[in-house]
Structures are given as C-alpha cells and as structure tokens.
C-alpha cells in the first residue's frame, strides 16, 4: 500500500506566479489534512477536507489561498499570486473514515524568489 | 483552543544512553496524543499513539510513551538511544468530537535531537 504522496517534491515560484501542490492520500483514505512549515514556526494546521467537502479550513489565510478534493484525482493547494512570506514545506496527511492517526506525506517545499 | 508545549528545543545524548523528551498539553477533555519523528527534508513518522485504556503505550523503534492526566504529560522514553535516532520529535494532540474522525492536530514546537557517539 503505497504511502501519502506529494508532488512536486520540490517548487520555485517567483512572487506573483501561482503554486499548485498536490496530495494523494493513502488508498481507502477519505480524509485530507493540510499543514505547513514555516521556519522557527513549526507545524501549523490549514485546512481538513474530505471528498468535495471543505470541512475546516480555520487555519487557511483569508486570501490568496485555496484547497479542494474533488471525488476523482488529488487533494490541490492552491496559493495565488505568491509572497516571500509563503517559502514554507507544505505537508498533506490522510486518515482512513473513523481514524484519528494520521499519515503524513513527505512534503513540498516551495521557496518563493 | 488546545495547545502542545515542548520545553527541549535541543537535547544531545550520548549513543546507549537512555532518552525522555517532554511534552505538555492542554486541552479540555481526554486528549488524543501523538509522537511523530521527522528527519531533516523528510515528512512525518508516526512513533506512537494515545487514545485510552493503558497509559504507557508501546511504539516503534523501541519508543513509549506515558499519558500521565494529572500532570497533563505524554513524555516519550527509549532506554538506549541509537545514531540513527537523530532527528527532529514533534507531539501533538488531536481534536475529536463525539467519536468522529475528525482530527485536526495541534503540534508542539519540536525538539532536535543530537546523538553523540
């Protein structure tokens, strides 16, 4: 059973480009988590989804920042026109219905020049 | 709003000694605790869980941890510390509702750990 993948592993934006991570949670998992890293910040909850439903999405900027999980494909987090401020490692966690552990994937790690 | 604190920014420990990183929380029923390891450029491990029933809890790697509720702990142990164990240790607590999955997870702030040969 493959693990939570991530991709790209690895992106370069230039400010006021868009960045678009992706997430494929681990099979039979319905449930995405969103987090970021942030240096000298830690590990900061943004938004839980699950199948074409927003279910928190207390910990996301107001603007310039999106995220869905449609009921074909992968989980998508989208920042808009993007800031310095935004060079973070991006991490998606899944959990499989009735679960509270949840299983990371390793991480993009966007650095805005 | 639940919170994690972990006092050790940094521990260095000799290779075989024995290891206890900290952990605090703060929430404002029975919690559900975690330890996750992260290596540098890498995601997250899961080491262990707390959930209920025992309150040591057995993990991999040769980790426990103890859910002490008076002293709001969840302190993870391993009594002989390997090279490889260097790495970054995050805790954290997860919200529940009524038996739900939801699981949103409040981290503490990490500790790095330095293993000395």
């Known amino acids: 059973n493959a693990g939570v993948m991530q991709n790209p592993r690895h992106l370069v934006r230039r400010r006021g480009q868009e960045a678009r991570l992706r997430c494929s949670p681990m099979?039979?998992?319905?449930?995405v988590y969103w987090y970021r890293q942030l240096p000298e910040e830690g590990l900061k909850f943004m938004v839980y989804?699950?199948?074409?439903?927003?279910?928190?999405e207390s910990g996301m900027p107001k603007e310039r920042f999106s995220a869905e999980f449609p009921k074909e494909g992968p989980s998508i987090l989208r920042i808009q026109q993007v800031v310095r401020g935004d060079s973070a490692a991006y991490f998606c966690a899944s959990s499989p219905p009735g679960y509270y552990e949840q299983y990371f994937g390793p991480g993009t790690r966007l650095t805005v020049t | 709003a639940q919170s994690v604190t972990q006092p050790d920014i940094h521990i260095t420990v000799s290779e075989g000694a024995s290891l206890e990183l900290r952990c605090n929380y703060s929430y404002g029923a029975t919690p559900y605790l975690f330890w996750y390891v992260q290596s540098p450029g890498q995601g997250l491990q899961l080491l262990l869980k707390?959930?209920?029933?025992?309150?040591l809890v057995q993990g991999i790697k040769g980790f426990e941890a103890e859910f002490k509720r008076s002293q709001s702990s969840f302190n993870l142990r391993k009594p002989s510390v390997h090279w490889s164990d260097a790495a970054e240790y995050f805790c954290?607590?997860?919200?529940?509702?009524?038996?739900?999955?939801?699981?949103?997870?409040?981290f503490g702030q990490g500790t790095i750990l330095t293993v000395h040969p």
């Open positions: 989804l699950q199948k074409e439903n927003i279910i928190d």
């Open positions: 954290a607590v997860g919200e529940h509702a009524g038996g739900t999955s939801y699981g949103k997870l409040t």
């Open positions: 099979k039979g998992h319905s449930h």
């Open positions: 707390y959930f209920s029933g025992d309150t």
